[in-house]
């Protein structure tokens, strides 16, 4: 039992540059959702999904795209990178609609 | 404007006394709240919630206190323990109760007990 795993672990773009963000998760859960962490700052929800081929936006949407094809799966699309995107995101899956179970984190950088 | 603070970056305690994590908040539409504790390099874990309809949830040494009126809400952990030192996130949601997945995280509170 894995629980949830989020890879890579860290990545560096550059402006303009396209990349997912892959997170699985291995218990079964309905709810999935991503969530970015500034510096100093607390967990900001982008997307997140009730189950498969159900997604919706969170408080910071703008730039990302997801998709939930599978239970498991549930991958974050930067659509064309921007150094405000500099953050470390976070994958969190739960049975209920509040996050229980968090990634390790992806430290992503945009130059 | 933030809807939830946790005012103090950080806080020290002695190994076996009483950890009080704080949490403001100014929406009185928030009617569900969590903590959170984080190590570094690991994502968060969820840890303890409160429902608006209590004052008070227990769960082993971790407790949550909940004041409506004062808009506050506090984290004990008795007796503090070496491993307990994280980064603790309180986070609300308003309206759907546990059913929502729209919550607002504070900025965290640094937490260091020391043997």
């Known amino acids: 039992n894995a629980g949830v795993t989020q890879t890579p672990k860290f990545q560096v773009l550059k402006t303009g540059q396209s990349m997912t963000l892959q997170c699985a998760q291995d218990?079964?859960?309905?709810?999935m959702s991503w969530y970015r962490q500034d510096p100093g700052m607390g967990l900001r929800l982008i997307h997140y999904?009730?189950?498969?081929?159900?997604?919706d936006q969170g408080e910071v949407p703008n730039g990302y795209n997801v998709s939930r094809s599978t239970t498991e799966d549930f991958p974050l699309r930067l659509l064309s990178a921007a150094p405000s995107q500099t953050s470390v995101y976070f994958c969190a899956s739960s049975r209920q609609a509040f996050p229980q179970y968090f990634g390790p984190g992806t430290r992503l950088t945009v130059l | 404007d933030q809807q939830v603070k946790q005012n103090s970056p950080s806080l020290s305690v002695q190994e076996g006394r009483i950890s009080i994590l704080n949490c403001d908040y100014t929406n009185s539409m928030f009617d569900y709240f969590l903590w959170y504790k984080k190590y570094p390099a690991e994502g968060p874990t969820f840890l303890i919630s409160?429902?608006?309809?209590?004052d008070k949830n227990e769960d082993g040494r971790f407790t949550v206190f909940l004041n409506k009126s004062a808009k506050h809400l506090s984290l004990h952990i008795v007796p503090s323990q070496p491993g307990d030192s994280a980064v603790y996130f309180c986070?609300?949601?308003?309206?759907?109760?546990?059913?929502?997945?729209?919550?607002?995280f504070g900025k965290g509170t640094k937490l260091s007990v020391i043997p």
């Open positions: 986070a609300a949601s308003a309206g759907s109760g546990a059913g929502s997945y729209q919550l607002t």
């Open positions: 999904s009730v189950g498969a081929g159900i997604t």
């Open positions: 409160i429902s608006s309809i209590k």
């Open positions: 218990m079964n859960h309905e709810y």
